[in-house]
């Protein structure tokens, strides 16, 4: 298992007459990990939501696999996605949100078996198993049956990527996974991040946080008023950038 | 007047009252009972991304909740027939136009219910690979159903007064009733303190039953100083 290769060929992407990406070109190979930083507004969370769809695009082409999303829909092989198609297309594509977004209603374990035994049709048992073992796996065996609201913003953030990862996704989406955390609860998540979640998966990371970028990312996007400014290996972008935006953003940040 | 001839007085026409308060008791039923379907309907129509769902749905919903009762009542009785032409009997009018008046209320509800659901909620389903109904099913209605039980309960309040139009046309509840006995034996004070006491005690013991429901609904580990207490 390697993943998919995801491709962004000059995407546009409007809400209404605002263009928050502006013909973006980013190639992501197959189990590689690309960390997206940049300012508020940049347009980086957009693009990782346009590439399962959550987000429409108006312009361009992503190719996720055998699948192309453009302006006018989802296409495989010539046809175009319905709706339950589209669906069983995102399943395949593990999202982490920085608002953790767990069910509430639902225990740590319910979160976690709810799409793969109602969407892939696991067989439950299958299901608790693969979730028990994957939460001894981020820390957290003790907590199969609290509620999120009992669960630190750290603890919650685990469970919301393990809750993707059992659906065995071949491409994993990192929509600023700790930035809604308090500071003492950041390295927790980075290292499940890091150790479990991109192993093995194509990942797309937005983040502000530059040293874990540099850590675990193949090449380092910087983005700025909806275009991709600089691209390139964690050290060039990040100890020599050649950009002046590039420049001051680093500066700012560290 | 003596409270013994009072006592008599109750006593003799218990029957009236009893029969009259379980109409009032049905009504309400019956009425909350097709109030909640069709509210349902209305919520999901005027949730509905399709406008030919759409727009009957709000205009329904929205003639429902600003028509007086009264109005409605009548005009399904006597102006129904000629629209539609069907002829109700007064009970059954009675609970129509009872379930319409509160299908707006709740399907206003619903969609509160619905739309109080953080919008992360659906996009975390979408992309594990739910479909939109699933999504509802599984994580929206469920969180939204809790939050509408006070809601609906409180309606459910209204509803139970609101019965007492009904005996305008002659649907013999509770009120009806009343009207029977004050005029058989003159003494409309008394009688009609007794019903206002008999409506009082029952909504307020609904009001307190709904009271104890609202703090019997699953709080999913929140709020855990209450169950500690």
């Known amino acids: ?254 | 007047m003596s409270p013994e001839r009072l006592g008599r007085l109750f006593w003799e026409y218990s029957d009236i009252f009893v029969h009259g308060l379980w109409i009032t008791v049905q009504l309400s039923f019956l009425a909350m009972f097709f109030a909640m379907a069709l509210g349902m309907l209305g919520c999901f129509g005027s949730l509905s991304r399709s406008r030919i769902l759409r727009s009957p749905a709000i205009l329904f919903v929205e003639f429902c909740r600003n028509t007086p009762i009264l109005v409605q009542l009548v005009w399904v009785h006597f102006a129904w027939p000629e629209i539609v032409g069907i002829k109700f009997s007064a009970y059954t009018s009675a609970v129509i136009a009872l379930a319409l008046q509160s299908s707006g209320y709740l399907a206003e509800e619903f969609r509160a219910g619905i739309e109080s659901i953080d919008r992360g909620q659906v996009e975390a389903s979408q992309s594990l690979g739910m479909t939109y109904l699933r999504l509802m099913a599984r994580i929206v209605v469920p969180q939204a159903v809790i939050r509408m039980i006070p809601g609906i309960l409180n309606q459910f309040v209204t509803c139970f007064k609101s019965t007492s139009i009904v005996s305008i046309i002659a649907v013999p509840d509770l009120m009806y009733q009343a009207n029977l006995v004050a005029s058989a034996t003159f003494l409309p004070m008394p009688v009609y303190t007794f019903i206002a006491l008999i409506y009082f005690a029952m909504v307020l013991s609904i009001s307190a039953g709904v009271r104890q429901v609202t703090k019997l609904l699953p709080n999913f580990g929140y709020f855990q100083h209450r169950r500690t207490e």
């Not at chain 1, 302006?71 to 996605?81: E, I, K, S």
């Open chain 1, 1 to 254: 298992m390697s993943g998919e290769p995801v491709r962004l060929d000059s995407v546009h992407k409007r809400f209404g007459k605002l263009e928050v990406l502006r013909g973006i070109d980013v190639d992501v190979p197959s189990g590689a990990t690309v960390a997206i930083i940049g300012p508020s507004g940049s347009g980086k969370s957009t693009l990782v939501r346009c590439v399962n769809h959550l987000e429409p695009i108006q312009g361009g082409a992503i190719h996720v696999g055998a699948t192309k999303i453009d302006a006018n829909g989802l296409w495989q092989d010539g046809r175009r996605l319905g709706a339950g198609d589209i669906a069983r297309f995102r399943a395949h594509i593990g999202m982490v949100f920085q608002a953790f977004n767990l069910f509430p209603h639902l225990t740590v374990l319910g979160n976690l078996i709810e799409a793969p035994t109602g969407v892939l049709r696991m067989p439950r048992g299958e299901a608790v198993d693969r979730a028990i073992d994957l939460l001894a796996k981020v820390n957290l065996p003790e907590k199969v049956k609290a509620y999120p609201a009992q669960l630190s913003g750290g603890q919650q953030q685990r469970v919301a990527i393990v809750r993707a990862l059992m659906m065995d996704p071949k491409i994993m989406l990192f929509d600023e996974p700790t930035s809604a955390l308090d500071p003492e609860l950041i390295g927790e998540v980075l290292k499940v991040i890091a150790d479990l979640a991109i192993r093995g998966r194509t990942s797309i990371i937005v983040t502000h946080e530059l040293a874990f970028a540099r850590e675990i990312a193949d090449r380092i996007v910087f983005m700025d008023g909806g275009k991709v400014i600089e691209e390139g290996k964690p050290a060039d972008v990040l100890d020599r950038p050649q950009q002046e935006r590039t420049r001051s953003f680093i500066g700012r940040i560290h």
